[in-house]
């Protein structure tokens, strides 16, 4: 039953990440992103890690994916066009994944004593009441740096995307169509100044 | 009924390169940082295995405050992506290559 829910899952997972990769308009790739997210919460509730679960579930699947969502949409962000450069990308891409992923298999998996060992899965590892304990008492100073460093980034978040307005234009030149328009102003009304003060008004607008 | 550990570190691994892979071919700026959370993902995954492996609840922990990083970051890093596009009106990363704004 365990193993047919981790084939289950994982496989879902890994088409995801694959559906990921393919997809060229983002708002496709950031919904197969939250599939991922979600089926690697179930994984973890596979492994008893509950609270880990359910943080992933609302914080990674719910606040950050919505936060790329939005800005996705924000921006409105079209298909990526096809360049010299992301060809070349592919070309070594490929190879680098399948060098890369059988690397850390071989790395992780087979000269790991441990991994030939099996998880109990669903013992009911690490309740919560556990986690919140160890949060708490033993890594309760890096927990309070954390809270600083999620300060730092809400403030360098707010700084970071605040509108600049651009600066209003000082003097400008006039070009030679105003300088007509300007003459035409002057023989209408026959004075110099009262040209003049049309032409200030002129440039100001 | 039990799964061997090298099953989730395999999934892990496979998750990661498959992260990798999205980093380097994707030329959209968006889809590149969701690259960077898959990959932050995959290890959370192996961090979560060896701590149910090992009974030890550090790598619970772990997953935690990566998970805050990851947030922290997501936040930083969407607010940059919103200033480069004002100041370029372009998500393409071969665009962008100025780090000035």
């Given at each position: 039953m365990h193993l047919a829910l981790f084939l289950i899952f994982g496989a879902l997972a890994v088409a995801s990440a694959v559906n990921l990769v393919a997809q060229r308009h983002p708002i496709n790739s950031a919904l197969s992103l939250v599939v991922v997210m979600g089926s690697l919460a179930v994984l973890y509730l596979l492994l008893g890690a509950e609270f880990v679960a359910a943080i992933q579930v609302i914080v990674?699947?719910?606040?950050i994916m919505v936060l790329f969502i939005f800005v996705i949409m924000l921006l409105n962000a079209g298909e990526e066009e096809r360049t010299r450069g992301s060809r070349v990308a592919m070309a070594v891409g490929i190879p680098g994944l399948i060098v890369l992923a059988g690397a850390l298999m071989v790395s992780l998996s087979?000269?790991?004593?441990?991994?030939r060992d099996r998880v109990p899965v669903g013992?009911?590892?690490?309740?919560p009441v556990e986690v919140g304990r160890a949060l708490f008492r033993q890594f309760l100073l890096p927990f309070e740096v954390t809270s600083i460093l999620i300060l730092i980034a809400i403030m360098g978040a707010v700084l970071l995307a605040r509108y600049h307005a651009p600066h209003p234009p000082v003097a400008r030149a006039l070009d030679p169509d105003e300088a007509a328009e300007l003459l035409e102003i002057a023989g209408t009304h026959g004075s110099a100044t009262g040209a003049r003060e049309r032409a200030r008004q002129e440039v100001r607008r | 009924m039990t799964v061997p550990l090298s099953y989730y570190l395999t999934l892990s691994a496979i998750l990661f390169a498959l992260g990798v892979l999205a980093f380097i071919i994707k030329r959209n700026i968006i889809t590149i940082f969701m690259s960077i959370e898959l990959m932050l993902n995959a290890v959370n995954l192996s961090f979560v295995a060896f701590a149910a492996h090992w009974k030890q609840l550090s790598g619970q922990i772990f997953v935690f405050f990566v998970m805050v990083v990851a947030a922290a970051e997501a936040a930083v890093g969407l607010a940059i992506i919103i200033a480069v596009f004002r100041t370029?009106?372009?998500?393409?990363v071969d665009d962008v290559n100025l780090l000035k704004l």
């Open positions: 990674y699947a719910g606040a087979e000269r790991n004593p441990a991994a013992a009911m590892f690490g309740p | 370029r009106d372009t998500l393409n």
